[in-house]
T-cell receptor, first 115, second 111 residues
Framework: DSGVTQTPKHLITATGQRVTLRCSPR?????VYWYQQSLDQGLQFLIQ???????AKGNILERFSAQQFPDLHSELNLSSLELGDSALYFC??????????????FGAGSRLTVL | SQQGEEDPQALSIQEGENATMNCSYK?????LQWYRQNSGRGLVHLIL?????REKHSGRLRVTLDTSKKSSSLLITASRAADTASYFC???????????FGKGTHLIIQP
């Protein structure tokens, strides 16, 4: 157990629907990162939050949004789902804020299947 | 686009042999990290090497970094079946904090 908790583990839904993925970071970690992993695109950085504020944005679609709450847990919202959104979504957390100095602790992932 | 690119994409060796994976990247970095992922699971951090370091060891792992060639290598010595996994290098993206990962090397250790 890495200490990063992601729910749900598996999710099957239909095109056009909206889902919310939840992440609780490791105790003491202030930064939360979201990544999408698919066979064709590899591991893509989506977005990062630090202590409630957005810090960095990667290849996140406009249909996707995220936030980090005061208790530091984070949610990734995926809307108007398409078949191509089927992937493993990982949350990771780290302690500090500093370019490139962070070691990430990953959760077990949420596997999203869009039918 | 991916910052780090691992090579080879897949590697199959016999148990007990050494496995070497390479990573090339495009821009200046502060440090480079290697992660391991067992099938369908989350990534696990293995080792971090800073830009002013050339070599680092951790147990059976040896990492080298050549900033002039923008490349790194990960050596796993005396491989075991449990080392079967995908291995990713990761670099920091400019001034942001999100690590950029390559597509990984899939390592298979044959018993």
């Amino acid at each position: 157990d890495s200490g990063v908790t992601q729910t749900p583990k598996h999710l099957i839904t239909a095109t056009g629907q909206r889902v919310t993925l939840r992440c609780s970071p490791r105790s003491g970690d202030l930064s939360v990162y979201w990544y999408q992993q698919s066979l064709d695109q590899g591991l893509q950085f989506l977005i990062q939050y630090y202590n409630g504020e957005e810090r960095a944005k990667g290849n996140i679609l406009e249909r996707f949004s995220a936030q980090q709450f005061p208790d530091l847990h984070s949610e990734l919202n995926l809307s108007s789902l398409e078949l191509g959104d089927s992937a493993l979504y990982f949350c990771a957390s780290s302690v500090a804020l500093g370019s490139g100095a962070n070691v990430l602790t990953f959760g077990a992932g949420s596997r999203l299947t869009v039918l | 686009s991916q910052q780090g690119e691992e090579d080879p994409q897949a590697l199959s060796i016999q148990e007990g042999e050494n496995a070497t994976m390479n990573c090339s990247y495009k821009t200046s970095i502060n440090n480079l990290q290697w992660y391991r992922q067992n099938s369908g699971r989350g990534l696990v951090h293995l080792i971090l090497i800073r830009s002013n370091e050339r070599e680092k060891h951790s147990g059976r792992l040896r990492v080298t970094l050549d900033t002039s060639k923008k490349s790194s290598s990960l050596l796993i010595t005396a491989s075991r079946a449990a080392d079967t996994a995908s291995y990713f290098c990761a670099t920091a993206r400019g001034g942001a904090d999100g690590l950029t990962f390559g597509k990984g090397t899939h390592l298979i250790i044959q018993p």
